[in-house]
């Protein structure tokens, strides 16, 4: 499993987005101007840069491959012509995650925000709730749970489902969770990776 984390969110521009559409191929330049913002373009376009950079220095992929995506029925991409290669893509405003894996791979970013007793309630067990509540920091803690959530749904495939409030508290033997969390950057990262 490798991972890369791109965090100079500052370059997220116009001219940006402008200078990264040459570099990728025609059918990713289409899907990236279907966003009407500049965040939407760019992380399209840095996501699948990323991940290419990643393929081709891992030797998966050739630099002129053009990677050609296919969807699941839930809408997670994966490589038509590298069935054996599974990769995963987050970003929020702070950063864009990107986790190759020769196994199923989730991984999640969420920026730090403090959750409103609704959001709390919707998508958090009576435990992780009060454990949100007691913290000295609940933005880390929020955003922490929230990742390892949905990174497990990422890896999954399903997207995110009637399980949402106690996915964690089911096991799950097969998968391996990770969380990080950039205090300074304000926002968690969680990968998910299958068990070897």
């Given at each position: 499993?490798?991972?890369?984390?791109?965090?100079?969110?500052?370059?997220?521009?116009?001219?940006?987005?402008?200078?990264?559409?040459?570099?990728?191929?025609?059918?990713?330049?289409?899907?990236?101007l279907r966003f009407k913002h500049t965040?939407?373009?760019?992380?399209?376009?840095?996501?699948?840069?990323?991940?290419?950079?990643?393929?081709?220095?891992?030797?998966?992929?050739?630099?002129?491959?053009?990677?050609?995506?296919?969807?699941?029925?839930?809408?997670?991409?994966?490589?038509?012509?590298?069935?054996?290669?599974?990769?995963?893509?987050?970003?929020?405003?702070?950063?864009?995650?990107?986790?190759?894996?020769?196994?199923?791979?989730?991984?999640?970013?969420?920026r730090f925000k403090t959750p409103s007793?609704?959001?709390?309630?919707?998508?958090?067990?009576?435990?992780?709730?009060?454990?949100?509540?007691?913290?000295?920091?609940?933005?880390?803690?929020?955003?922490?749970?929230?990742?390892?959530?949905?990174?497990?749904?990422?890896?999954?495939?399903?997207?995110?489902?009637?399980?949402?409030?106690?996915?964690?508290?089911?096991?799950?033997?097969?998968?391996?969770?990770?969380?990080?969390?950039?205090?300074?950057?304000?926002?968690?990262?969680?990968?998910?990776?299958?068990?070897?």
């Amino acid at each position: 499993m490798v991972y890369s984390l791109f965090n100079d969110m500052s370059r997220c521009t116009p001219d940006e987005v402008q200078r990264l559409l040459p570099l990728v191929p025609v059918s990713q330049q289409e899907e990236a101007l279907r966003f009407k913002h500049t965040f939407g373009q760019f992380t399209a376009l840095k996501s699948f840069l990323m991940l290419r950079q990643m393929l081709v220095e891992n030797s998966l992929a050739d630099p002129d491959d053009p990677l050609t995506f296919a969807y699941g029925p839930h809408g997670k991409p994966h490589l038509v012509d590298h069935p054996d290669v599974h990769f995963n893509i987050s970003h929020c405003p702070m950063s864009i995650a990107v986790a190759v894996d020769s196994l199923p791979i989730g991984v999640d970013v969420e920026r730090f925000k403090t959750p409103s007793e609704s959001l709390l309630n919707y998508c958090m067990n009576d435990d992780e709730a009060a454990q949100v509540r007691q913290s000295a920091h609940p933005e880390q803690v929020f955003a922490s749970f929230w990742t390892q959530k949905e990174a497990l749904f990422k890896h999954r495939g399903t997207g995110i489902t009637h399980e949402l409030r106690n996915i964690l508290a089911i096991p799950h033997p097969d998968v391996k969770l990770e969380t990080t969390i950039f205090a300074e950057q304000q926002f968690a990262l969680t990968l998910a990776t299958t068990v070897r």
